[in-house]
């Protein structure tokens, strides 16, 4: 049997992430063959975070990673249990990974993604690599959800300091050259902290579901009738609540955080005529950390 030196502890340490001991052990199970201990520790490394698979995942981050042309973009959000291990250097590295990882793959769902071989280490399925940090930390992980967007126009994102709340925004200019102009950069910043300050469910009013319209209507109805407004004017009470609710939910009717005299359509039009060109707002994308489980939580109850 080779000697388990020290050195070969850290070759295999540096190779698979795994705690000085539990390599040791593991080139002793092997007799000291590296490829042999490797096996050794993935297995273990399976079982352990089998054990901890059904462990809360609350915490985490969300990664933003946008092609170097600005057309495609990717949002994903990956669990961990403390905000500790979601603070690290390698789970930050991991998550940002992923995400690049989606951008060039385009995977058809998260299952797909698991199952991929990890792009920055082959060595690794996406699972495997996920089990192989669950086992060396001691917590749960988990890749809760990613959106990948070919945009109409070009991205830009914003990402809250944390990164637990992040947004992509789709912009369209009427001339490719407006793209490359400082002020358009301006105006989807602008839009995307506006995304992730106000949560609008809906671009514009013609997007807002007849489902979100009925409740909402049933809410203003029952209120109106139970401050003793008279029966004859309620509908009128209704629609004109209705246009405030728009405001809400609806980000082109959204007053500007940085001027709530003008809304979002508002800011749009003057910076397009400053550009001189026409902008449209194509599509947004928001992932807030655990909002996904909350809702579920909420739903299961």
Known sequence: MA??????????REKTGAGMMECKSALVEAKGDMGEAEVVLRKRGMASAAKKATR??????????IAADGKTGVLIEVNCESDFVARTGEFQQMVAQLGQQVLAEAPASVAALKAAVYAADPSFTVEALLKSKIAKVGENMNIARFARHAAAGLLGSYVHPGAQLAVLVDLQCGQPETGAKEGFKDVVHDIAMQVAAADPKFLRREDVTAEFLAKERDIQRARALAEGKPEKIVDKVVEGRMSKYYEEVCLLDQPFIKDNAISIAQHVAAKAKELGDTLTVAAFIRFKVGEN?????????
């Open 293 to 301: 489980a909350a809702a579920e939580e909420a739903a299961a109850e």
């Open 56 to 65: 809360s995942t609350k915490q985490g981050l969300i990664g933003a990673q």
């Open 3 to 12: 000697e388990i030196s020290a050195q070969l502890v850290k070759q295999l």
